[in-house]
């Protein structure tokens, strides 16, 4: 991804050794690219896109405009929440106060999978909707490093999307709340606005946080453009999301119960579980996986034909949240790379095994050199 930079008059304001070099290359070469900085800096891609973030800030660059004369950019819609979960020390007691302490954390499934993206070595945009406010300040400052946050709309009388959960002293949930009424503000309205970065992006993932309306425009959208669209499924209850037409649609990473709850059947065994995938794919839909947690996946295309790809065993599961967001980048990302089928769903299923064993939501070691490390030692 290149990109273009106005030069803005200068400002009085202390740089680092290495903001001063990054700054020096973009003014002989303005269309430098971020992958190209980071190169001849000798760090991480993620960590020039902060650091220019950064320039901007201190007034160094007036702007950015991107010049994409290729598909490079991959492009995530969807949720970009905080999870908040409150621990109750002891005995649960309805109408009254429960001692209890708070852990907190950075979530969303589109913001997830941009994270493990970035982590990845991919460019990625996130495509959102926020309030302005604390929470957002949160959410930016963990993922402005793996992602270009600047096309995420910010609407002031709105609160930044937030799950709230309440567990019981074994870690059982009691109830959870969800406000996730922000992101009905994604409408096929703002998507226009960002119809010059979609139509040259490398790839489309939306969550289903995002509104029915606006998953079709995608759909419809990345089938005029033949650009890539993988839909990811954020629940069971919000598979009424789905557009009436699939077709055209590249990936659908689902799990049981929200394959489930679309045909209003049960998955009682393998049988019943490959008649699902190949339902979905009757639907038009080009590449479907089907999780089903111990069980593993269920992975097919018409072209290689169907294939169930065992679990890889967590020694010590020490949160769940964040898996499913990691199976699914790890599948996009491979596929991206030219892996077949069987590949794909493994990779997908060392990622979410590997994020099961980590308190992070995104696991922090995660890079493609890692990835690739742990699928080979597993084989």
């Known amino acids: 991804m290149s990109i273009a930079i106005l030069w803005g008059e200068y400002v009085p304001v202390e740089m680092n050794e290495n903001e001063q070099i990054v700054l020096d290359l973009i003014r002989k070469n303005p ?11 000798g760090l991480s891609r993620p960590t020039i896109a902060n650091m220019i973030s950064g320039l901007i800030k201190k007034g160094k660059i007036k702007g950015r405009a991107y010049i994409l004369n290729d598909s490079q950019q991959v492009v995530c819609i969807g949720g970009a929440n905080i999870d908040r979960k409150f621990h109750i020390k002891g005995k649960a007691q309805f109408g009254t106060s429960n001692p209890s302490y708070v852990t907190s954390s950075v979530g969303g499934v589109a913001r997830n999978i941009a994270e493990n993206l970035g982590r990845l ?36 009388e709105k609160s930044t999307g937030s799950y709230t959960a309440v567990l019981d002293s074994s870690g059982e949930l009691i109830i959870a709340l969800a406000d996730m009424e922000v992101y009905e503000s994604i409408t096929p309205d703002l998507l226009r606005k960002h119809n010059a970065l979609l139509s040259r992006s490398k790839c489309i993932i939306v969550d289903l946080n995002t509104p029915k309306e ?22 069971a209850p919000k598979m009424n999301r789905l557009p009436d037409d699939l077709a055209g649609s590249t990936w659908l990473i689902t799990n049981r119960d929200e394959s489930e709850a679309y045909f209003q059947a049960e998955i009682k065994n393998k049988d019943d579980w490959k008649s ?29 034909g169907i294939f169930h790809v065992p679990s890889i065993k967590a020694n010590q599961i020490v949160d769940v949240t964040g898996a499913g967001d990691a199976f699914s980048s790890a599948v996009i990302y491979s596929w991206l790379e030219g892996k077949s089928l069987i590949e794909i769903a493994k990779a997908g299923n060392m990622n979410a095994s590997k994020t099961l064993q980590s308190p992070y939501t995104v ?7 890692q990835l690739k490390k742990d699928v080979e030692e597993s084989s």
């Open 31 to 41: 269309y430098i690219s971020q992958q190209e900085l980071a190169e001849l800096v």
């Open 121 to 156: 070595g991919l460019d990625v945009a996130l495509i959102s909707a926020s309030g302005v406010d604390k929470d957002w300040s949160i959410i930016e400052e963990a993922s402005s490093l793996y992602m270009n946050l600047d096309t995420v709309t910010q609407f002031p």
């Open 363 to 369: 696991r922090q070691d995660l890079s493609a050199d």
């Open 276 to 304: 699902a995938l190949e339902k979905w794919l009757e639907l038009g839909i080009a590449n479907v996986v089907i999780t089903n947690g111990k069980e593993g996946a269920m992975i097919g295309n018409k072209e290689e």
């Open 214 to 235: 606006s998953v079709q425009y995608l759909c419809h959208f990345a089938k005029k453009h033949d650009i890539p669209l993988a839909i990811i499924p954020v629940s």
